[in-house]
């Protein structure tokens, strides 16, 4: 089976940094992605990691540590419209289809 | 990108009825789509994969009876939630995988 873990909420400062964590264990792991959902909306993608290191995109990114089974996603100079949901996923081998964490509601504050 | 799309947006039906919702990729072609259903604050649950020309494969637990889904075309695929429960009320999303999986917009369905 599969185990996804994220922290289910976390409240960060408009303006500052903040480091969304997910933790995995998956047989035949083949790649992570992240996504932002706004309540009563579909997924947006925001990055995808297949090997370690760091991806950088804008304000938004990603890190993969494949021997740890551990990924975060790193937010800079917040928005208040980064209030969302944090959503983790992984792909398997020979599988397109995406297995979701439990997801990390994030709430910017002024 | 890509663009996925689904209808209805939004459907509220009596219990025991059946509602039918539509997925298209409509600027790319998908042998396969997947469909979620996201309880509120929750994350999205994979029900089944939806095989074009052929059976959908569904998810430990799910019911092949209740929630059928039939993927008729290279664009489209449908679900169907027969005899709807107030216990189906969710939300309801479909992707389709190109470079990335690409995500309909949702279908909000309410049983009353």
Redesign the interface.
């Known amino acids: 089976g599969q185990n996804i873990d994220q922290p289910t909420e976390m409240t960060a400062t408009e303006g500052a940094i903040v480091q969304i964590n997910c933790t995995y264990q998956t047989s035949g792991f083949n790649g992570l992605?992240w996504y932002q959902q706004h309540a009563?909306?579909?997924?947006?993608?925001l990055s995808?990691n297949v090997l370690d290191g760091l991806e950088e995109k804008g304000r938004f990114s990603s890190f993969l540590s494949r021997s740890k089974g551990y990924s975060y996603l790193l937010l800079k100079e917040l928005q208040m419209k980064d209030s969302a949901?944090y959503?983790c996923?992984v792909t398997r081998f020979g599988n397109?289809?995406?297995?979701?964490?439990?997801?990390t509601?994030l709430t910017i504050i002024p | 990108g890509a663009v996925v799309s689904q209808h209805p947006s939004r459907v509220i039906c009596k219990s025991g009825t059946s509602v039918k919702i539509e997925c298209r990729s409509l600027d790319f072609q998908a042998t396969t789509m997947f469909w979620y259903r996201q309880f509120p604050k929750q994350s999205l649950m994979l029900m089944a994969t939806s095989n074009e020309g052929s059976k959908a494969t569904y998810e430990q637990g799910v019911e092949k009876d209740k929630f059928l889904i039939n993927h008729a075309s290279l664009t489209l695929s449908t679900l169907t939630v027969t005899s709807a429960h107030p216990e189906d009320s969710s939300f309801y999303i479909c992707s389709a995988p190109m470079d990335t999986q690409y995500f309909g917009p949702g279908t909000r369905l309410t049983v009353l």
């Not at chain 1, 397109?96 to 997801?103: I, M, R």
Request: charged share 20%.
């Open positions: 992605f009563g909306e579909a997924p947006t993608f995808y949901s959503l996923a397109e289809k995406l297995t979701f964490g439990t997801g509601r």
